[in-house]
């Protein structure tokens, strides 16, 4: 089974940066697309970023221009920079992975934990 471990949230003021990652542990398995998601309180979780096996990447409006989605293969780990960051950024942000698992075994899809952003001065 696929695990997904997230890290790097924390408090920044506005203006301020901060890089998440979020590693897959596992055996045997390859993934399609790794995304990033946010949920505000009383708001529904969104999509803020996305980035497929072939590197194309995908972005909210909200968020574009500030934010960098990235991937290392080899360590089946994704990375989510953010930069310029604002307090309507403030949100608890979610790894999501959508792979398959080697030998035409069913796709998968997980998520992390998650991970607080809290942008305030």
């Known amino acids: 089974q696929v695990q997904l471990v997230e890290s790097g949230g924390g408090l920044v003021q506005p203006g301020g940066s901060l890089r998440l990652s979020c590693a897959a542990s596992?055996?045997?398995?390859?993934?399609?697309?790794m995304g990033w998601y946010r949920q505000a309180p009383g708001k529904q979780r969104e999509l803020a970023a996305v980035i497929t096996s072939r590197g194309t990447t995908n972005y909210a409006d909200s968020v574009k221009g500030r934010f960098s989605i990235t991937r290392d293969n080899a360590k089946n780990t994704g990375y989510l920079q953010m930069n310029s960051l604002k307090p309507e950024d403030t949100a608890v942000y979610y790894c999501?992975?959508?792979?398959?698992?080697?030998?035409?075994?069913?796709?998968?899809?997980?998520w992390g934990q998650g991970t607080q952003v809290t942008v305030s001065s």
């Open positions: 596992g055996s045997g398995f390859g993934i399609l697309r």
């Open positions: 999501n992975v959508r792979g398959y698992y080697f030998g035409g075994m069913a796709d998968f899809e997980t």
